[in-house]
Structures are given as structure tokens and as C-alpha cells.
């Protein structure tokens, strides 16, 4: 809700925050528009908990917001919860990131609540194993993802090491409203405080050795051990477990980028940390150059998402994008599972409906059932919750460069994913071909699908307001045809009694030679994006005319 920012302001010059704090709003005042943004509004502890930019304001990620969303998480499990009551907590390399996390573990542990916080950085796949493992009933991560380094985030999970959903989001950001300052948060751990654990080096063992399990083809990592492997964390917290992951599985030849080793939330060697960017792989390229290395791999601040480049026909580095990744990792799996003898009426994958439609193809030959769920992966894991006993998951994706295999894990899980892409390109090997080559076979047993995406920027209160009015638009007004073919079928996922699926502000327009374009808000970034999906071999051209289209 908008406030007058000036009162909201003074009131912070006025009330009991720390001196640095007040300094810092005092510096704001000179610049109204900054000011402002920083105290229109308190940041919204969405259904995925807390993402902004960080620095001074309600309106920011900082100690006191942090605090008051902990505060109004804890109060929700002690009136929720039964039994004895704990969260584990992991950040990434971001500013403040530990920082944040040591907080969240005060405010819980001041409310009785025990906490099992990782020593050091930790990307958020260990975060949901850790849940799982310890059995605890929540658990925290404290990363902004890919975001630009002025941003930090608080992101919530439940007892199944999945991010939450509805009814319990809606409820815990329900009780985030009720505190409104931050006299009514515990920040101080007093004599009954809960106990803090210190989680470990054991709990990467414990985790390497159940995904290990995951792995398909032993004979061919032995054959093709040699494989060149370039891998940078672009400063984030992929830097140990998954270089410790492919030397694990046997893999000798792994070359860093040891500008990028380094820990800094200020990710100075890329203008942005989201491996969907091709300059945050270029470095790994120039080595991947230098060694003659097969496969590059980049993973985000918090591990989540994995970007890869591979070697094309004529021997030039590419990169593939997510749907091209999760297309290859798709068939790779399902093939190996199908020659193990794995499969049968019960397997499944799950996909969103941003996603390729090739994932679909693939597991159709297969025999295998494909879920189609809403952006995010909590969706996915929710699939997984609601088959367990009844089914078993194989693996899923997104376009958004992330991926999953199996239920040891219950989010987007690059450690897994860059282990599975090393052992896929050792199999691969095995058939005397290049993971590229590999993705043109597919492409000639299913066909040719291109997708496409335009991320629109529109940062602050008038950038909200300006996507606000473009779904607006879009949905009283939806386009007669794309790429000269009419629109035959518009879908408003705002609308579950149409889709049968929870309601969310997306719309997908196809038209009749069966293209589609979805427009999509993110939930996370100041942006509007706009996902384009063609099959055929007139492909290329069509996704240009759409992008035009849609790109003004």
C-alpha cells in the first residue's frame, strides 16, 4: 500500500534505528525521487518471500525488513506448527547475504525456534536437501538469484524442501503484514534463545552421495574421464561442491576461471551473474578456447540456474539455451533409463508452459507423462509432493536455465545438472559425437523447435505501473494474428476455472499454424517478458517476424 514516503521517511529519523541507518536516510532526503522509491511502499513478502534492492527504506532489503518478514514467518509456525520447531538456513555470495541469514537465525532462535545455518555459502539445492535431511519444518534462503548485485532476497520453504505455496504463502504473508515496525521483532537472543547449529562439510558429503546415485552411465565417465570441463561459479556459491561433484564421478580435467573463484557479491568480471547472459560466460569461453575444453558451464550466485556452451560442427563454442539444455538432458535420461529398464507407467518428468514443447515430444516416445505447470519451480516440486507414493519423478526444467533430477532435492539444482551434462557428453563420446551433435539428432528424430525470449526492463514505481498497463492492454486487446497467421486461442491463466491451474498473470496467444507467444511479468525482476515457441523449418524466420512484433 503507498504511503506518504516523506512521514514514512521521518518516522525512521524519529524511531529507534541505529545511527547508520539514520545517516543514510538523512543523505536520501537530498534526493526526493530516490527517497521516494525507498518509502512509498513496504517491500512485499510475496508467496516467494522477500526480493529487492538493498539499502535504507521499507521499501529495501535491509536489517529491519529482513527482520520483521523473519518475525512474521516465526510467528506463523509457532501458531502453525506442531511439534518441535526448526528452519535451516543457506546463502549465496551476495553483500549482506550472510549478514541477512545471520539475522533471520537470531530473530528465530530469540522466538524458540531452533536453526541449522551453513557454515559458509551454499547453493540453494544443498538448502533443500538440508531440509529433508534434518526434518526441520521450514527452511531460508537468503539470494536475489541472477539478480543485478544491488539486489538481495529471502526466499521461504517448507518442510518438503520446496518453496512454499498456496494456502500456506498466502498465510505466512498474512502474518509479514501484522509487524509493522521492527520494535515488535526479537532481534535479541535472550537465556531461553533456541540453539544455533552449525551445518557442514557433512551435509555436502551426505548430499553428493545421494544424487551420486542419480548417475546412469559409470562405464562411459571411465571411458571419457578426459573430457575438458570449464566451469565458473561467476563468483557464487557453485565455487567448491561442484568442481568436489565432477571429480567425484571421475572427471580429471577441470579448468577454472580464477577470476570468477573469487567470492564478491560486486560480481566485477560480468555485468550481470545470469548465466541466460552470453558475457557472464564469456571468460569461461576464452579458457574453454585456450584448453581446447569440450564444455563450458556457468552456474548463478545461488547455483540454481546452469548455463553451457559446446562445441558446434565446426569446432566454434555455442551456447544452447535453457530449453536446448533441458532437451538434452531430457533424452539423455529418458533414453538411459529406458535401456536400464527404469520405466514403466508411473515415471514422469514436469515441464512449465513456457517451457519446449520438444520435452514433451521426447518423453512421448518414451512412454512417459509429462506435467504442464505454471512458471516457477515450485510448481513443479508440487507435482512431485502431490505423486509422491504414487509415482516417481524423473527429472523437469524451465527455460530459465533450470533443472532437476530426482526427489532428493526440491528446487532448480545446477550441482546435479552440471554433473549430469559432464556424464551426458561422456556418453555422447561413446557414440562418437559432441553434445552438439547430439542436439541435432534430436532436432531430426523430432523436429525443429526454436524458442526465443525479450525481457523488458521497467524498474521502480512508474516501471510497475508501465507493466501493469501492458497486460492490461494485451488482455482487452489481444493481437488477430502473429507471423501473418490469425490467432485462434487465446489462454488467460488469470482464469483457473479455464486452465485448472492456480491463477497467475500470464496470457499465451496461439495462432493457427500453432505458434505461440506468452506474455509474462516476472515475479522477481522489474521486468515483462515476452516467450516465443515455433516448430518447423521456417522456424528462424518466424521467431524474427514475432519478435518484432512483440518487441516494440
Not at 516476472?522 to 515455433?534: A, H, L
Amino acid at each position: 500500500m503507498e504511503k506518504d514516503f516523506r512521514q514514512v521517511a521521518q518516522s525512521w529519523l524519529d524511531g529507534n534505528f541505529d545511527q547508520q541507518t539514520k545517516d543514510q536516510v538523512r543523505d536520501l532526503m537530498a534526493n526526493p525521487v530516490a527517497l521516494e522509491d525507498a518509502f512509498y511502499r513496504n517491500l512485499e513478502f510475496g508467496t516467494g518471500g522477500l526480493r529487492g534492492v538493498m539499502g535504507v527504506g521499507t521499501n529495501r532489503m535491509n536489517k529491519y525488513t529482513v527482520g520483521m518478514a523473519t518475525q512474521g514467518l516465526a510467528n506463523y509456525m509457532k501458531a502453525n506448527c506442531k511439534g518441535d520447531l526448526s528452519v535451516c538456513i543457506s546463502f549465496d555470495s551476495r553483500n549482506n547475504s550472510e549478514y541477512f541469514a545471520k539475522i533471520t537465525a537470531d530473530v528465530l532462535s530469540a522466538n524458540g525456534i531452533k536453526v541449522y545455518i551453513f557454515d559458509c555459502l551454499h547453493p540453494i539445492a544443498l538448502m533443500s536437501f538440508s531440509v529433508r535431511t534434518k526434518k526441520a519444518t521450514a527452511g531460508i534462503m537468503i539470494t536475489a538469484s541472477h539478480n543485478p548485485k544491488e539486489y538481495n532476497g529471502y526466499k521461504v520453504f517448507w518442510s518438503d524442501g520446496a518453496q512454499v505455496i498456496s494456502p500456506v504463502d498466502k498465510d505466512i504473508v498474512a502474518e509479514v503484514a501484522k509487524i509493522t515496525d521492527p520494535s515488535m521483532v526479537k532481534f535479541e537472543r535472550g537465556e531461553n534463545a533456541a540453539p544455533i547449529e552449525v551445518m557442514s562439510h557433512e551435509m555436502d558429503e551426505a548430499y553428493l552421495n545421494a544424487v551420486s546415485t542419480l548417475m546412469l552411465s559409470p562405464e562411459s565417465r571411465e571411458r571419457h574421464k578426459d573430457i575438458k570441463i570449464v566451469y565458473t561459479p561467476i563468483h557464487g556459491s557453485g565455487v567448491s561442491i561442484i568442481p568436489e561433484f565432477l571429480a567425484k564421478l571421475g572427471f580429471e580435467n577441470i579448468y577454472h576461471v580464477p577470476e570468477q573463484d573469487v567470492v564478491d557479491g560486486n560480481f566485477p568480471t560480468v555485468d550481470s551473474p545470469n548465466p541466460e547472459e552470453p558475457g557472464a560466460l564469456a571468460m569461461a569461453v576464452e579458457v574453454a578456447n585456450r584448453e581446447g575444453a569440450d564444455v563450458v558451464m556457468a552456474t548463478d550466485p545461488d547455483a540454481d540456474r546452469l548455463g553451457i556452451a559446446v562445441r558446434d560442427n565446426e569446432g566454434k563454442m555455442v551456447l544452447l539455451n535453457g530449453n536446448q539444455t533441458a532437451s538434452i538432458l531430457t533424452y539423455y535420461i529418458l533414453r538411459r533409463w529406458d535401456e536400464l529398464g527404469k520405466l514403466d507407467s508411473t515415471k514422469y518428468c514436469v515441464k512449465t508452459i513456457v517451457t519446449t514443447e520438444l520435452i514433451r515430444a521426447i518423453a512421448a516416445k518414451y512412454g512417459v507423462k509429462v506435467y504442464n505447470v505454471l512458471t516457477g519451480f515450485k510448481w513443479i516440486a508440487n507435482i512431485v509432493k502431490e505423486n509422491e507414493g504414487k509415482g516417481e519423478f524423473i527429472c523437469g526444467g524451465e527455460e530459465s536455465y533450470g533443472f532437476n533430477i530426482g526427489e532428493f532435492v526440491r528446487d532448480k539444482d545446477a550441482p546435479i545438472s552440471c554433473a549430469m551434462v559432464a556424464e551426458c557428453a561422456a556418453w555422447a563420446a561413446d557414440q562418437g559425437k559432441t553434445l552438439y551433435q547430439l542436439l541435432q539428432d534430436i532436432y531430426a528424430e523430432f523436429g525443429y523447435y526454436k524458442e526465443s525470449l525479450i525481457s523488458v526492463v521497467r524498474k521502480g514505481k512508474a516501471g510497475a505501473e508501465e507493466i501493469a498497463a501492458i497486460m492490461t492492454n494485451y488482455r482487452n486487446n489481444p493481437p488477430k494474428e502473429m507471423a501473418g497467421s490469425p490467432v485462434v486461442k487465446v489462454i488467460d491463466y488469470s482464469k483457473p476455472e479455464t486452465t485448472g491451474l492456480p491463477a497467475s498473470n500470464v496470457l499465451q496467444f496461439y495462432n493457427e499454424a500453432g505458434d505461440v507467444v506468452t506474455v509474462r511479468p516476472s515475479g522477481t525482476e522489474p521486468k515483462i517478458k515476452f516467450y516465443f515457441g515455433i516448430k518447423g523449418s521456417d522456424a528462424d524466420a518466424k521467431n524474427e517476424v514475432l519478435r518484432a512484433q512483440f518487441g516494440k
